[in-house]
Protein backbone atom coordinates (compact mmCIF):
# COMPACT_ATOMS: atom_id res chain seq x y z
CA UNK A 1 0.00 0.00 0.00
CA UNK A 2 0.55 3.73 -0.35
CA UNK A 3 1.74 5.57 3.19
CA UNK A 4 3.18 8.85 4.28
CA UNK A 5 4.02 8.90 7.94
CA UNK A 6 4.67 12.47 10.06
CA UNK A 7 4.86 13.22 13.19
CA UNK A 8 0.94 15.33 14.29
CA UNK A 9 2.40 17.56 15.85
CA UNK A 10 5.53 19.97 16.95
CA UNK A 11 6.36 22.28 19.58
CA UNK A 12 9.26 24.42 18.79
CA UNK A 13 10.43 28.25 20.05
CA UNK A 14 10.63 31.37 17.88
CA UNK A 15 13.81 31.67 16.42
CA UNK A 16 15.17 28.05 17.18
CA UNK A 17 15.34 25.20 14.49
CA UNK A 18 13.42 22.63 13.94
CA UNK A 19 13.24 19.27 11.79
CA UNK A 20 9.82 17.59 10.46
CA UNK A 21 10.63 14.04 9.70
CA UNK A 22 8.52 11.78 7.00
CA UNK A 23 8.65 8.38 6.00
CA UNK A 24 7.13 7.12 2.40
CA UNK A 25 6.18 4.34 0.90
CA UNK A 26 4.47 4.87 -2.44
CA UNK A 27 4.24 2.89 -5.90
CA UNK A 28 6.70 4.23 -7.74
CA UNK A 29 8.32 7.42 -6.77
CA UNK A 30 8.76 10.39 -8.95
CA UNK A 31 9.48 13.31 -5.86
CA UNK A 32 8.85 14.21 -2.73
CA UNK A 33 6.75 17.81 -1.92
CA UNK A 34 6.65 19.73 1.27
CA UNK A 35 3.75 22.55 1.11
CA UNK A 36 2.75 24.26 4.29
CA UNK A 37 -1.02 24.65 5.13
CA UNK A 38 -2.15 27.68 7.60
CA UNK A 39 -5.16 26.89 9.19
CA UNK A 40 -8.31 27.17 6.53
CA UNK A 41 -6.71 27.78 3.75
CA UNK A 42 -5.19 26.06 0.85
CA UNK A 43 -1.25 24.31 0.80
CA UNK A 44 1.02 26.21 -0.73
CA UNK A 45 4.20 24.81 -2.33
CA UNK A 46 8.04 24.75 -0.13
CA UNK A 47 9.97 22.33 -1.78
CA UNK A 48 10.50 19.82 -3.79
CA UNK A 49 13.56 16.66 -3.82
CA UNK A 50 13.90 13.80 -6.26
CA UNK A 51 17.22 13.47 -5.41
CA UNK A 52 19.05 12.28 -2.84
CA UNK A 53 20.73 15.73 -0.96
CA UNK A 54 19.47 19.20 0.80
CA UNK A 55 17.97 21.51 -1.24
CA UNK A 56 18.24 24.63 0.43
CA UNK A 57 15.74 27.96 -0.23
CA UNK A 58 15.88 30.57 2.14
CA UNK A 59 14.99 29.72 5.89
CA UNK A 60 13.85 26.50 4.93
CA UNK A 61 15.46 23.14 3.44
CA UNK A 62 14.77 19.86 2.40
CA UNK A 63 16.43 16.74 2.66
CA UNK A 64 15.55 13.32 0.50
CA UNK A 65 16.80 9.99 1.09
CA UNK A 66 15.20 7.32 -1.63
CA UNK A 67 16.92 4.46 -0.11
CA UNK A 68 15.62 5.12 3.29
CA UNK A 69 12.59 6.31 1.90
CA UNK A 70 13.22 9.50 3.94
CA UNK A 71 12.69 13.27 3.85
CA UNK A 72 12.92 16.27 6.15
CA UNK A 73 12.07 19.88 6.39
CA UNK A 74 14.21 21.75 8.44
CA UNK A 75 13.09 25.34 9.17
CA UNK A 76 15.59 28.02 10.61
CA UNK A 77 15.36 31.15 12.70
CA UNK A 78 11.32 30.24 13.35
CA UNK A 79 8.93 33.36 13.38
CA UNK A 80 5.40 33.13 14.54
CA UNK A 81 4.22 33.15 11.18
CA UNK A 82 5.24 29.84 10.62
CA UNK A 83 3.16 28.44 12.79
CA UNK A 84 1.04 26.06 10.44
CA UNK A 85 0.68 22.45 9.28
CA UNK A 86 3.42 21.34 6.83
CA UNK A 87 2.29 18.28 4.30
CA UNK A 88 4.60 15.82 3.16
CA UNK A 89 3.69 14.46 0.44
CA UNK A 90 5.05 12.25 -2.43
CA UNK A 91 4.59 11.54 -6.45
CA UNK A 92 3.77 7.90 -7.30
CA UNK A 93 4.08 6.56 -10.57
CA UNK A 94 0.83 8.08 -11.66
CA UNK A 95 2.37 11.18 -10.66
CA UNK A 96 -0.30 11.37 -8.33
CA UNK A 97 0.44 13.11 -5.25
CA UNK A 98 -0.10 10.97 -1.96
CA UNK A 99 -0.38 13.01 1.35
CA UNK A 100 0.76 12.53 4.62
CA UNK A 101 -1.65 13.94 7.20
CA UNK A 102 0.69 17.20 8.33
CA UNK A 103 2.57 17.60 11.04
CA UNK A 104 1.28 20.85 13.01
CA UNK A 105 3.58 22.73 14.08
CA UNK A 106 3.42 25.45 17.17
CA UNK A 107 5.78 28.01 17.87
CA UNK A 108 5.76 29.54 20.89
CA UNK A 109 7.70 33.12 21.55
CA UNK B 1 1.42 36.90 -9.20
CA UNK B 2 -0.80 34.50 -11.03
CA UNK B 3 -3.17 32.89 -9.20
CA UNK B 4 -5.74 29.70 -9.53
CA UNK B 5 -9.25 31.01 -8.27
CA UNK B 6 -11.97 28.87 -7.08
CA UNK B 7 -15.99 29.73 -7.13
CA UNK B 8 -17.69 30.10 -4.76
CA UNK B 9 -15.87 29.89 -1.37
CA UNK B 10 -18.33 28.21 0.80
CA UNK B 11 -21.57 26.30 -0.87
CA UNK B 12 -24.34 25.25 1.67
CA UNK B 13 -26.64 22.41 -0.23
CA UNK B 14 -29.21 19.79 0.90
CA UNK B 15 -28.45 16.14 0.20
CA UNK B 16 -29.06 14.80 -2.44
CA UNK B 17 -28.58 18.10 -4.63
CA UNK B 18 -26.32 18.66 -7.80
CA UNK B 19 -23.54 20.89 -7.15
CA UNK B 20 -20.79 22.25 -9.21
CA UNK B 21 -17.14 23.90 -7.91
CA UNK B 22 -16.01 26.39 -10.31
CA UNK B 23 -11.77 26.76 -10.72
CA UNK B 24 -10.19 29.22 -13.06
CA UNK B 25 -6.61 27.36 -13.16
CA UNK B 26 -3.47 29.88 -13.84
CA UNK B 27 -3.96 30.40 -17.76
CA UNK B 28 -0.90 28.90 -19.38
CA UNK B 29 -0.89 25.91 -17.25
CA UNK B 30 -1.91 22.47 -18.60
CA UNK B 31 -2.54 19.60 -15.83
CA UNK B 32 -5.58 20.54 -13.53
CA UNK B 33 -6.34 19.04 -10.43
CA UNK B 34 -9.12 18.39 -7.65
CA UNK B 35 -8.19 17.52 -4.36
CA UNK B 36 -10.47 17.51 -1.47
CA UNK B 37 -9.79 17.98 2.31
CA UNK B 38 -12.26 16.74 5.05
CA UNK B 39 -12.27 19.04 8.25
CA UNK B 40 -8.79 18.01 10.41
CA UNK B 41 -8.06 14.82 8.11
CA UNK B 42 -5.08 14.72 5.12
CA UNK B 43 -5.48 16.06 1.52
CA UNK B 44 -6.94 13.40 -0.95
CA UNK B 45 -6.48 13.46 -4.52
CA UNK B 46 -9.75 13.06 -6.56
CA UNK B 47 -8.63 13.96 -10.10
CA UNK B 48 -6.36 15.30 -12.76
CA UNK B 49 -7.37 16.19 -15.98
CA UNK B 50 -5.22 17.02 -19.03
CA UNK B 51 -5.96 17.26 -22.76
CA UNK B 52 -9.55 17.85 -21.82
CA UNK B 53 -9.40 14.36 -20.47
CA UNK B 54 -9.02 12.52 -16.94
CA UNK B 55 -5.62 11.48 -16.64
CA UNK B 56 -5.85 10.09 -13.24
CA UNK B 57 -8.46 9.77 -10.21
CA UNK B 58 -9.05 8.06 -7.91
CA UNK B 59 -11.59 5.44 -5.50
CA UNK B 60 -12.95 8.30 -4.22
CA UNK B 61 -13.80 9.66 -7.42
CA UNK B 62 -16.67 7.42 -8.07
CA UNK B 63 -19.77 7.75 -10.53
CA UNK B 64 -21.20 10.86 -8.93
CA UNK B 65 -18.14 13.42 -9.68
CA UNK B 66 -17.61 14.44 -12.85
CA UNK B 67 -14.89 17.32 -14.49
CA UNK B 68 -15.57 19.23 -17.24
CA UNK B 69 -13.15 22.21 -18.91
CA UNK B 70 -16.22 24.09 -20.25
CA UNK B 71 -14.19 26.72 -22.30
CA UNK B 72 -10.57 27.83 -21.94
CA UNK B 73 -10.29 29.45 -18.77
CA UNK B 74 -13.28 27.15 -16.44
CA UNK B 75 -12.64 24.20 -14.88
CA UNK B 76 -15.76 22.31 -13.34
CA UNK B 77 -16.05 19.44 -10.40
CA UNK B 78 -19.50 18.28 -10.21
CA UNK B 79 -21.10 16.14 -7.48
CA UNK B 80 -24.44 14.96 -9.13
CA UNK B 81 -25.96 13.82 -5.81
CA UNK B 82 -24.67 15.07 -2.63
CA UNK B 83 -23.88 12.74 0.42
CA UNK B 84 -23.14 14.18 3.78
CA UNK B 85 -19.97 12.33 3.76
CA UNK B 86 -19.37 15.07 0.85
CA UNK B 87 -18.81 18.08 3.30
CA UNK B 88 -14.76 19.03 3.17
CA UNK B 89 -13.32 21.85 1.53
CA UNK B 90 -12.30 20.89 -1.92
CA UNK B 91 -8.99 22.11 -3.71
CA UNK B 92 -8.54 22.78 -7.32
CA UNK B 93 -4.81 23.21 -8.26
CA UNK B 94 -2.76 23.51 -11.72
CA UNK B 95 0.59 22.87 -13.09
CA UNK B 96 2.57 23.70 -15.74
CA UNK B 97 3.65 20.06 -16.70
CA UNK B 98 3.92 17.24 -14.52
CA UNK B 99 6.66 14.99 -16.08
CA UNK B 100 9.17 18.08 -16.73
CA UNK B 101 11.02 20.48 -14.09
CA UNK B 102 7.76 22.59 -13.75
CA UNK B 103 5.90 20.24 -11.76
CA UNK B 104 4.97 22.74 -8.68
CA UNK B 105 1.14 22.83 -8.03
CA UNK B 106 -0.55 25.96 -7.22
CA UNK B 107 -3.56 25.41 -4.99
CA UNK B 108 -6.75 27.53 -5.82
CA UNK B 109 -8.16 29.02 -1.80
CA UNK B 110 -10.70 26.22 -2.10
CA UNK B 111 -14.25 25.84 -1.85
CA UNK B 112 -15.96 24.69 1.60
CA UNK B 113 -18.43 22.24 0.91
CA UNK B 114 -21.19 22.08 3.20
CA UNK B 115 -23.58 19.56 3.24
CA UNK B 116 -26.81 19.13 5.25
Known amino acids: GQNIDQPTEMTATEGAIVQINCTYQ??????LFWYQQHAGEAPTFLSYNVLDGLEEKGRFSSFLSRSKGYSYLLLKELQMKDSASYLC??????????WGAGTKLIIKP | EPEVTQTPSHQVTQMGQEVILRCVPI?????FYWYRQILGQKVEFLVSFYNNEISEKSEIFDDQFSVERPDGSNFTLKIRSTKLEDSAMYFC??????????????FGPGTRLTVT
Open chain 1, 26 to 31: TSGFNG
Open chain 2, 93 to 106: ASSEEVREISYEQY
Open chain 1, 89 to 98: ASMDSNYQLI
Open chain 2, 27 to 31: SNHLY
